[in-house]
């Protein structure tokens, strides 16, 4: 009986994250498809427009239109650019007791 237990236990275990990853294997619909791409003409996006910067155009109507829709960067899977700084030091001084081990 406790391997029963145990069984199932690990059972769930290992389920759990493929349930949580899951995904619709369902392709999109034409009229999904061309409502898309209306939602990104009215964002600006041109795409007959012979462009050398394609990506970024792409990129940045897709970024208003998911700011409209109110999807944020969990949604995608994706994380944003991350603004900010940062600072390096030097190592602090070793100074006071040493260790017992110290030399040995």
């Known amino acids: 009986m406790k391997s029963l237990i145990q069984a199932v236990v690990i059972a769930v275990a290992v389920a759990a994250p493929v349930a949580a990853f899951a995904q619709a294997n369902q392709p999109m619909t034409r009229a999904q498809v061309r409502a898309e791409l209306i939602q990104l003409e009215k964002a600006g ?27 944020g960067q ?4 994706f994380g944003g650019v991350v603004s900010g700084t940062s600072q390096t030091s030097h190592a602090a ?5 040493k260790s017992v081990y110290f030399g040995q």
């Open 45 to 71: 996006y041109q795409p007959g427009h012979a462009d050398p910067h394609y990506p970024a155009d792409i990129q940045a109507a897709q970024a208003r239109v998911d700011a409209q829709n109110g999807v």
């Open 74 to 77: 969990a949604a995608t899977g």
């Open 93 to 97: 001084p070793t100074s006071g007791p």
